[in-house]
Nanobody
């Protein structure tokens, strides 16, 4: 059984940094792990993903140049380092995973048939 455990949310001031972690278990095949976020009253938004096979990454435009996703395959641990945080980054962040590598269609695969962990709250004060 695939399970995802997210942690690391918190409160920071604008311009600050946070690191989110997601521990995955139960995978026996190549998979992509990533992050979505959802602010109150908003649709969920894809943030980033990474391939377990070769570390290929994908970022939403809102995350490029500020967020860095990485994977430790030995621990099946994915981290999302977020810097230069803005009030618009405030949301509940969800860890998600899907079979296969991380590429343009991964967001859809995660939404339609992926695995999801619980959310972790990120608050950014201005």
């Amino acid at each position: 059984e695939v399970q995802l455990q997210a942690s690391g949310g918190g409160s920071v001031e604008a311009g600050g940094s946070l690191t989110l972690s997601c521990v995955a278990s139960g995978f026996t095949y190549i998979h992509a792990i990533g992050w979505f976020r959802q602010a109150p009253g908003e649709e969920s938004e894809f943030v980033s993903c990474i391939s377990s096979s070769d570390g290929t990454t994908l970022y939403a435009d809102s995350a490029k140049d500020r967020f860095t996703i990485s994977i430790d395959n030995a621990k099946d641990l994915v981290t999302l380092q977020m810097s230069g945080l803005k009030p618009d980054d405030a949301a509940v962040y969800f860890c998600a995973a899907a079979e296969g590598d991380c590429y343009a269609e991964t967001e859809k695969r995660m939404r339609m048939g992926g695995y999801w962990g619980q959310g972790t709250q990120v608050t950014v004060s201005s």
